[in-house]
Structure formats: C-alpha cells, structure tokens
T-cell receptor, first 111, second 116 residues
Framework: GQSLEQPSEVTAVEGAIVQINCTYQ??????LSWYQQHDGGAPTFLSY????GLEETGRFSSFLSRSDSYGYLLLQELQMKDSASYFC????????????FGTGTRLQVFP | EPEVTQTPSHQVTQMGQEVILRCVPI?????FYWYRQILGQKVEFLVS????????KSEIFDDQFSVERPDGSNFTLKIRSTKLEDSAMYFC??????????????FGPGTRLTVL
C-alpha cells in the first residue's frame, strides 16, 4: 500500500528550529509537498520538492532525498503562530491529480 | 488575495438524506478537487475535475458521490444517500496549473458534515 509516515507530535519553544520528517513508501514518486493546517482550518500549501535537495522559502525550508524516500520540513525562528499540523503529501505517478497525504505532525510551540 | 470559499460551513443531516456541498474556486483556476478529512485523521483525495469532467477519482468516490460545475463559478459535491461514515470535513481545492509546475492546490475552509 501507500504510506507516508510522520512523527505524530513535535514540541519546541519560540525562536527554536524544528525538523519534521516524512518517510514515504509509494508505488511511484512525483514530488513531495508540505501543507500546514491550523485547528479547524484548511490545509495551506507551504512548499514542493520535485528534485533532491533543499528548497528555501523564508523561515521554512524543505528537503528531499529520493534515494532514501525521505524528506523533511525545517522551520526556523519558530513563532507561536506556527503551532499547527503539518502534512507531507506525494503524487505517486506522473499524470495523477491525487495527493496522498501523510499522517500529519502536530507542532506545538511554547513561549 | 483570492481564496476558495465553501458553503455551508457546517451541515447536519440524517442518514439516508442527500446533501450538496458547495464551493467557489478561485476565479481563474481550471482544476478542481474534493478531499475529505475524518476527525483526527489525514486528508484523503476524493476526486479531481477538469474541463467539465472527472479526471480522476479515488476508491472512496463511489456511486453515492457526484460532482458538478453547474455554472461558471460553482463546483459542487453531492452525496446521494449519506451514511454515518460520511461524517467528515470536506475540503474543496483548486489550482491554475497542473502537476509539472508543482502542487499549489488552494484549499477552501471546509464544510463539516455530520450525519446522524
């Protein structure tokens, strides 16, 4: 089957750096995305990696290693508003619209 | 900033009843999607829609489900005969590009469906 595994919960303090890992096992791979979801809110797109390496967008960076079937989201200079759930998502083949979401990681940022 | 909107925010219905969930995608977007999220679980793909037809659907999207773009702005999800297990948050999403340029699907705020 298809699976994307993430830690269920991560805690950190304001100003810190946190890394949220995603390990995927899918029949194919066509890009890894990250979404943020606040409680009761909609998933919001954060970043996308199609190729190996690091993509940086402000305080957030995302990394992909296709050979390891692994990626991570790095959040720097954490703020209280970063407290949310973070989901990785994969397309398992070219030409599909279907995003397969991970199990989600709940990030709690403390003052 | 343009956004996807959904109505109603919360729908309560009796088992066996039909419900229609409504979405207004971002105006210049061409690709539309429905996802659902059962409470405490991950987001699951239901269906994608392009050029007035379904382009892909998941195994969840059985004959009880249908989608429609009745006019130039709305995109609807109909569940013909709701079951208890249909209780979930339903998200509509839209995008202006398709896979080659990445995955920027913009999600609406969701409709919480409660089936009693």
């Amino acid at each position: 089957g298809q699976s994307l595994e993430q830690p269920s919960e991560v805690t950190a303090v304001e100003g810190a750096i946190v890394q949220i890992n995603c390990t995927y096992q899918t029949s194919g791979f066509y890009g890894l995305s990250w979404y943020q979801q606040h409680d009761g809110g909609a998933p919001t797109f954060l970043s996308y990696n199609a190729l190996d390496g690091l993509e940086e967008t402000g305080r957030f960076s995302s990394f992909l290693s296709r050979s390891d079937s692994y990626g991570y989201l790095l959040l720097q200079e954490l703020q209280m508003k970063d407290s949310a759930s973070y989901f990785c998502a994969v397309r398992d083949r070219q030409g599909t619209d279907k995003l397969i979401f991970g199990t989600g990681t709940r990030l709690q940022v403390f003052p | 900033e343009p956004e996807v909107t959904q109505t109603p925010s919360h729908q309560v219905t009796q088992m066996g009843q039909e419900v229609i969930l409504r979405c207004v995608p971002i105006s210049n977007h061409l690709y539309f999607y429905w996802y659902r999220q059962i409470l405490g679980q991950k987001v699951e793909f239901l269906v994608s829609f392009y050029n007035n037809e379904i382009s892909e659907k998941s195994e969840i999207f059985d004959d009880q489900f249908s989608v429609e773009r009745p006019d130039g702005s709305n995109f609807t999800l109909k569940i013909r005969s709701t079951k208890l297990e249909d209780s979930a948050m339903y998200f509509c999403a839209s995008s202006d590009t398709r896979r080659p340029n990445g995955d920027t699907q913009y999600f609406g705020p969701g409709t919480r469906l409660t089936v009693l």
